[in-house]
């Protein structure tokens, strides 16, 4: 009973974490630039701690998809476990630690860059895993194209911050957490129809079984 709820759990904190976010940079000071200003830089001179909460939020969504997926038997034993389990934490983390001093914004930096690489490093070996495994086919295409996106955009990224100077880095890395967190949408959707489709079916089959008994008698 317990691992129906891992579903909605995750299903639900992801949802809540995006909503969050664009809802705080919409509604946020005019004078920051997200366009060029990192996720962290952009949560330590706003101040209202909405894009820190929607980050632990996102951290522990993920933790809920991990633990609901090895409920189910998905193939996420080993590295990819260890991986989505890194992003988490460092999600988690880059939401607890505050921001101000040198050193912590360098451990911002080195928990973001955890988070960013950590996703698509499960999903590549993810993807060839839940292949095999029918019940996972039908969210193989959306991840290889998402895992595809992912290393674009970890490539973009890498060159951005480095012979870029870190122009447009703030969008870039906006778009790699949309791909990555995209990625997260969709397996918890898988997770959501393999855990709630069983039990949908049956109180359908259930009411139409009582629905032609009444009308037979």
């Known amino acids: ?17 995006v909503v969050t976010v664009v809802a705080a940079q919409v509604s946020g000071d005019s004078s920051l630039d997200p366009v060029s200003m990192t ?3 952009y949560a330590a001179r706003d101040g209202g701690g909405a894009v820190e909460a929607a980050m632990a939020v ?6 809920a998809l991990l633990a609901g997926m090895r409920a189910v038997g998905a193939p996420v034993h080993g590295w990819p476990g260890r991986l989505i389990g890194l992003w ?22 080195v928990l973001s860059a955890a988070a960013f690489v950590s996703v698509p490093a499960a999903t590549i ?9 029918e019940r996972w086919t039908a969210a193989v295409r959306p991840l290889e194209w998402l895992t595809l ?11 951005v911050a480095l012979p870029g100077h870190g122009v447009m880095i703030g969008l870039v890395e906006r778009l790699l957490l949309t791909a990555e967190v995209a990625v997260l949408g969709v397996l918890a959707v898988r ?3 393999l855990t709630w489709g069983p039990v949908l079916r049956e109180r359908i089959d259930g009411r139409r079984a009582v629905r032609d008994f009444l009308v037979h008698r």
């Open 191 to 193: 997770l959501l129809q």
């Open 39 to 41: 996720i962290s830089e």
């Open 1 to 17: 009973m317990v691992k129906r709820f891992y579903p909605l759990l995750a299903g639900g904190g992801i949802l809540l974490a």
């Open 58 to 63: 996102l951290g522990l969504a993920s933790l």
């Open 125 to 133: 070996q993810l993807v060839g895993r839940l292949g095999q495994d």
């Open 149 to 159: 996106a992912s290393g674009l955009g970890l490539a973009a990224i890498t060159y």
């Open 88 to 109: 988490s934490a460092s999600l988690i983390g880059a939401a607890v630690v505050p921001s101000g001093a040198v050193w912590q914004g360098d451990l911002h930096g």
